[in-house]
């Protein structure tokens, strides 16, 4: 699919319109998926598939068949289930060798044995390992650091009364603050930030995605890297760790001291918690704002509530917005190791299944007026970061960012508005992620 935008009717109503809530007769005809109105809006074809196909085997883009799941009960069931593997070993075609699924470059690269690709034990060793940095503590350690490139990146466009917020804000944040948390020293953090956008840039407009040459090359870039900066920290561990100490520094200790962390483990671990981490947190700053951008009278709502000191609604709204447009649409592929049924579909040994999180999180058999935005939302128990034991290990790293941003973004652009239509924004492709390509803004120039 090109990247320039095509010669195409408008792509309607942007994701989460209340027009996306209207009742779909039995008779309407099964949606197209895949295309530039779908990447736009979603959300009306999940809920025909909630209604009449709820586990339903399409063709992706890429020629890969696979089930989607799209009913929150089932979804739940899926990504719990152990019958349902994240090991590639086990798809029925040898489609991953052929770069058709997972991360471009991924195996050529040596990085496979990472918490995406792997199930117990090796997971569970792994995750024990590397969750000691995403413990609540050092997540509330890491918060000041993360206020100053909040306040950093503002300050770079607050007195100019316009900036896109993706590319000025939304994006650097996240990679610069999972820079910091893995020890890459701050001379090179640019590196990373440009192998960052050239795996954005290589996401081509559309679901399906395009030539993946390009993440391939970044993947294969941030590998030589980081095998020279283990190499580095080895060499400069001390005796003991510091209380603070970064998390490459971290699993190279765990590896020397009988963890069982090859060097190969410990480059993959780094390279998913960069490409997972990033690119979730940019979509949750890009479509959280968005939204809510979008829906004036809740956005006065929330800062009302921060000016008034009260900060009980940002928590409850960050989980809501991460509900009703999340920043991962699909859960990472699984692969069926046995013959199982799901929502009343036979599943064949091999098969892969992508569990649909918007179209859970949209269900409404669980969510009283689904697609309405609600920040005072108290029960929601979304899927956004998944569920069972694959569910985001570093989810409160990513609520810190949002949280940080959204309020920041608030309180010092008080009157930000969209500065472009709707129907003229484009939304990146890929088959997991979503988010937006762009997002000019507009507001009274301030300096700080």
């Known amino acids: 699919m090109p990247d320039a935008r095509p010669e195409a009717p408008p792509a309607g109503e942007p994701a989460g319109c209340p027009a996306a809530s209207v009742a779909i007769p039995a008779a309407t005809p099964a949606p197209d998926l895949f295309t530039w109105e779908f990447a736009a809006d979603p959300y009306p074809a999940y809920a025909w598939l909630r209604e009449h196909a709820p586990v339903h085997r399409t063709a992706l883009p890429s020629g890969v068949e696979a089930w989607l799941v799209t009913r929150y009960a089932d979804a739940r069931q899926a990504l719990a289930d152990a019958r349902l593997s994240k090991n590639p070993v086990h798809h029925s075609e040898a489609a991953h060798g052929k770069g058709r699924i997972g991360i471009p470059g991924e195996r050529s690269a040596n990085l496979m044995t990472h918490l995406l690709n792997i199930d117990p034990p090796d ?144 480059a993959a671990m780094a390279f998913i918690l960069l490409f997972a981490g990033f690119e979730t947190t940019v979509n949750l700053i890009g479509n959280g704002t968005y939204a809510l951008l979008r829906h004036p009278a809740q956005r006065e709502l929330l800062q009302k509530s921060m000016a008034a000191g009260d900060t009980e609604l940002l928590a409850t709204g960050i989980e809501e917005l991460l509900r009703y447009d999340g920043p991962v649409e699909l859960a990472t592929w699984r692969f069926a190791t046995r013959d199982l049924t799901l929502g009343g579909q036979r599943i064949a040994e091999g098969d892969p299944v992508l569990v649909v999180l918007a179209a859970a999180d949209r269900d409404p058999a669980r969510f009283t007026e689904p697609d309405v935005l609600d920040l005072t939302r108290r029960d929601n128990p979304h899927l956004g970061y998944g569920h069972g034991i694959h569910y985001c290990l570093g989810a409160p790293l990513a609520r810190l960012e949002g949280q940080t941003a959204l309020a920041t973004l608030l309180a010092r652009l008080p009157d930000i508005r969209l500065a472009a239509e709707p129907d003229d924004l484009r939304w990146r492709g890929g088959l997991i992620m979503r988010g937006l390509r762009s997002l000019p803004v507009e507001f009274t120039p301030n300096a700080r």
Request: aromatic content about 6%; proline content about 6%; charged content about 30%.
């Open 123 to 266: 997971h569970t060793r792994l995750r024990r390992l590397v969750s000691k940095a995403f413990t609540p503590r050092r997540v509330a350690e890491f918060a000041p650091r993360i206020q100053e490139l909040t306040d950093r990146l503002v300050d770079g466009f607050a007195a100019r009364g316009s900036a896109d917020l993706i590319h000025e804000f939304a994006f650097p944040l996240p990679i610069y603050a999972i820079c910091d948390l893995l020890g890459v020293p701050p001379e090179d953090q640019d590196d990373f930030r440009d192998w960052a956008g050239m795996m954005l840039r290589h996401t081509k407009a559309g679901p399906g995605g395009g030539p993946r040459g390009g993440v391939a090359r970044s993947v294969k870039k941030m590998r030589t890297y980081l095998a020279e900066l283990i190499h580095s920290k080895r060499a400069g561990l001390g005796a003991t760790a510091a209380p603070d100490e970064d998390l490459i520094s971290g699993l190279i200790r765990a590896s020397d001291h009988g963890e069982h962390l090859t060097e190969n483990e410990a």
